[in-house]
């Protein structure tokens, strides 16, 4: 053997011990077609409400496991700041104010409310559930809808083989009715399309649910979408969870870190479910949280004790700054992934568009999102988006590269004027340039009130008072 042949074969052992050449990076070609895929969706859990963020109180050792298996998105948004909106983007791939879904459902006086009854998703609005069926998927969905409670608006209704969870946008973690109706979150589950009661609580109710499904959906490949109420109020949570955390002073805090650690364990069930099943890297994993953190403080408590941590952003769930947007945000996908971090601004409404990219759904879906397959195997260097927006309400934001103009009702005190913020410079959004970059902060309003004077008004709540028209 030649010396020089010798030093070859000594220098890539040396690179594949030191982890340089792997295979899943070298060969995503090797990976599968058609990926299981399960998107774990968590309720108001905020950017800090994680270990992996750097939270100190709080303890997901699970997620953070499944972080460092992953792509985690340190600038990954949702496309809403509440429940109901932000998960129309996510199953649609569209900025749900597109087809009239800017604001949280109603279930408000269900039956008889003719407002309840067409609020949610448009009948004729394809989802993610739609498309993946049309693939030969088996489709399920566990946990919170808030999609509309009309009967042609549930999960069996639009795409999903099977269904366990409430319609609604609030749940009790230990009670159920079997009446619709407005019962301050005492409303029934369903078992499919039938009204049932639970014994137990909630968020492991539905961790036991979704891997019975994943124990029982066999060979064909799936699609399932758990989305937990946790850590959404009430705020409830079994003792044995509290007592797991009794480092944690403040007694607000330590509740809301028991529930996270309730949903935290699920976690592990799941991806231990998929390793006893033998197709744990058959399938993508997305975790992600609906909205940023809600300002939960319960009466009497000590002055900070906030239930849930935005990580040190600004704002609060329902607000367009980073606080209400911004959340944890991971993608774990062998065979075509290499973890890491990716710092770009990614948002909800990519996942579909990626997935759809890779199973060959076809381009003819309108899609607001982007593949995001290229920018993470690095085939592209560029930004996923030039430009991201968001409306609620007449809360509004506009972000293109690092520059941010915003208006949120909480928070706007002395002017009308919109808020202009570099993020790159101030991530915490606590220096507003508007006076110093009038110009740009202008250029940026006038984008935004271009795309926004587009959008139809919300089919239930109106429009916003500072929307402009064409």
Known sequence: MSKQLKLLQ????????????????????????????????????????????????????????????????????VSASVCAPSRAGLLTGQYQQRFGLGENCSASGW???????????????????????????????????????AESKRPNQKGFDYYYGFLNGSHSYYKSALEMGDKKGI????????????DGYLTEVFTDKAVQFIEKVGEEP????????????????????????????????????????????????????LEEQGIAENTVVVFISDNGSPKGQAKGSTPGDYMSSTGGLRGWKGDTYEGGIRVPFLIK???????????????????????????????????????????LTGKEDGMPHDILYWRRDDDYAIRK????????????KDTDAAELFNLADDPREQHNLAAQFPELAKELQRIFDEWDSQLPDS????????????
Not at 112 to 130: K, M, N, Y
Not at 187 to 198: I, Q
Not at 237 to 258: G, H, M, S, T
Request: charged content about 20%; overall charge negative; glycine content about 8%.
């Open 459 to 470: 089919k239930w709540w109106g429009a916003p008072k500072n929307r402009i028209r064409k």
């Open 187 to 198: 409303w029934p589950l369903f078992d499919d399309n039938t009204p049932v009661t639970f």
């Open 401 to 412: 590269g690092d520059w941010k103009l915003c208006w949120n009702d909480r928070g706007m």
């Open 222 to 273: 799936f699609f399932l979408y758990l989305a937990y109420n946790a850590v959404h109020h009430p705020w409830e949570v079994p003792d044995k969870y509290i007592e797991r955390l009794q480092d944690i002073e403040l007694p607000n805090r330590r509740k809301f870190a028991a529930m996270v650690l309730a949903l935290d364990d699920g976690v592990g069930e799941i991806m231990k479910a």
């Open 111 to 149: 039956p008889h409310s003719p407002i309840s009854q067409g609020s949610g998703i448009p009948d004729d609005q394809v989802l993610a559930s739609e498309l993946l069926k049309e693939k030969g998927y088996t489709t399920a969905m566990v946990g919170k809808w808030h999609l509309g409670v």
């Open 10 to 77: 000594l220098l890539l052992l040396l690179l594949v011990s030191q982890g340089f050449l792997m295979l899943y990076a070298a060969a995503p070609e090797q990976a599968s077609k058609t990926p299981n895929v399960i998107i774990i969706y968590a309720d108001d859990m905020g950017f800090g409400d994680v270990g992996y963020n750097g939270s100190e109180n709080i303890s997901t050792p699970n997620i953070d496991k499944l972080a460092g298996q992953s792509v985690i998105f340190n600038q990954g948004y």
């Open 333 to 375: 996908w062998p065979g075509i992934l290499q973890p890491g971090t990716y710092n770009k601004p990614v948002i909800n409404l990519d996942i579909l568009p990626t997935i759809a990219s890779h199973l060959d759904l076809g381009t003819d879906n309108d899609f607001d999102g982007v593949n995001l397959l290229p920018f």
